[in-house]
């Protein structure tokens, strides 16, 4: 063996070098995108949550047609809750028509601050005045 031929270049090892470099790079951007996904995904929970619950807050005080409520949960989001009366397809004997209950529960996301929103919608029966 010769003396030469033992050990690593000096370009191996730099080569070697920007390979670990490109690798560690990404990564570190799919361990990124991978949290922040998950943030998004538990700020989406938690908005359902809430708009989940003034859902059932309507329901369970009975539809008032043409009511509309806002406000804003200690966390952050911001929601509104419509509830209107829907046309009455009905025989005269019927004291029941129905109300569309909109639940909107909105929230600024991610690093720009982009804002997100969903809705939540149901048809509940509703006493006729």
């Known amino acids: 063996m010769s003396g ?14 920007v390979i670990l ?6 990564f570190y951007r799919a ?8 943030r998004i995904a538990e700020r989406e929970t938690a908005a359902l949550a809430h708009a989940q619950s003034r859902l059932d807050e309507v ?7 043409n009511l509309a409520l806002t406000g804003q949960t200690p966390d952050g989001y911001a929601w509104s809750t419509t509830v209107s ?4 397809t009905r025989t005269d004997r ?3 028509g129905l109300a569309r209950v909109d ?12 804002e997100r929103d969903l809705t939540l919608t149901t048809i509940m029966a509703s006493r006729s005045r």
Not at 103 to 114: E, F, H, L, T
């Open 4 to 17: 030469h031929d033992d050990g690593f270049t000096l370009i191996e090892t730099l080569a070697a070098l």
């Open 21 to 26: 470099a490109l690798a560690a790079s990404t």
């Open 31 to 38: 361990l990124e995108t991978g949290t922040q996904g998950a």
């Open 59 to 65: 329901v369970a005080l009975g539809p008032q047609e």
């Open 85 to 88: 009366g829907l046309d009455r």
């Open 94 to 96: 019927s004291p029941v």
């Open 103 to 114: 639940v909107r529960v909105s929230w600024r996301d991610g690093p720009a601050r982009r």
